[in-house]
T-cell receptor
Framework: GNSVTQMEGPVTLSEEAFLTINCTYT??????LFWYVQYPGEGLQLLLK?????DKGSNKGFEATYRKETTSFHLEKGSVQVSDSAVYFC????????????FGSGTRLSIRP | GAGVSQSPRYKVAKRGQDVALRCDPI?????LFWYQQALGQGPEFLTY????????KSGLPSDRFFAERPEGSVSTLKIQRTQQEDSAVYLC????????????FGPGTRLLVL
């Protein structure tokens, strides 16, 4: 079945450091791929998405590219801020209204000032 | 406009009690999903509604779990005879149309079964 594997945390970085959180997936067909973020005390929010191979999703300085050849969707940011401290979830879904989202286990990111 | 709301935000139940968790989706959203998030894990799918029809309940862990959405808006997730392993955060999400759109998540209900 479909599944998502992401880099285990926690990850601790200094402010302005470069961030990569790895994510790989297993799926039949052509899923859509997502990164969701959960800030402390808040609900899950969609950070970015890509719906087909080679698409790049981007938002708030974060980027991820849908790589079908390596079945990956790694999250990157060039210069992290303290406010980026949160739990990040890689996820996938099929293209239909009945498509449940399958989440990875999450990566906790902490940024030191 | 208002987002997805859930109530109660926190629920403590004694083992064996029944609980009911409510989800108010964004007005007009056709699709509604329930997920269960155990501590330190990602959310896992429980069930899906399109309007009032429950089209997928493959993720419900046992027949103690029951969900309904009788008028195609508010949904209730009911857990009968709660067990300690039911302790988790229960998330509700809704999306707008019959074609896949972004799912908007509520803040969740944290259930603790003692």
């Amino acid at each position: 079945g479909n599944s998502v594997t992401q880099m285990e945390g926690p990850v601790t970085l200094s402010e302005e450091a470069f961030l990569t959180i790895n994510c790989t997936y297993t799926a039949t067909g052509y899923p859509s791929l997502f990164w969701y973020v959960q800030y402390p005390g808040e609900g899950l929010q969609l950070l970015l998405k890509a719906t087909k191979a080679d698409d790049k999703g981007s938002n708030k300085g974060f980027e991820a590219t849908y790589r079908k050849e390596t079945t990956s969707f790694h999250l990157e940011k060039g210069s992290v801020q303290v406010s980026d401290s949160a739990v990040y979830f890689c996820a996938l879904a099929g293209y239909s209204s009945a498509s449940k989202i399958i989440f990875g286990s999450g990566t906790r990111l902490s940024i030191r000032p | 406009g208002a987002g997805v709301s859930q109530s109660p935000r926190y629920k403590v139940a004694k083992r064996g009690q029944d609980v009911a968790l409510r989800c108010d989706p964004i007005s007009g959203h056709v699709s509604l999903f329930w997920y269960q998030q155990a501590l330190g894990q990602g959310p896992e799918f429980l069930t899906y509604f399109q309007n009032e029809a429950q089209l997928d309940k493959s993720g419900l862990p046992s027949d103690r779990f029951f969900a309904e959405r009788p008028e195609g808006s508010v949904s209730t997730l009911k857990i009968q005879r709660t067990q300690q392993e039911d302790s988790a955060v229960y998330l509700c999400a809704s999306s707008s149309t019959s074609v896949w759109e972004t799912q908007y998540f509520g803040p969740g209900t944290r259930l603790l079964v003692l």
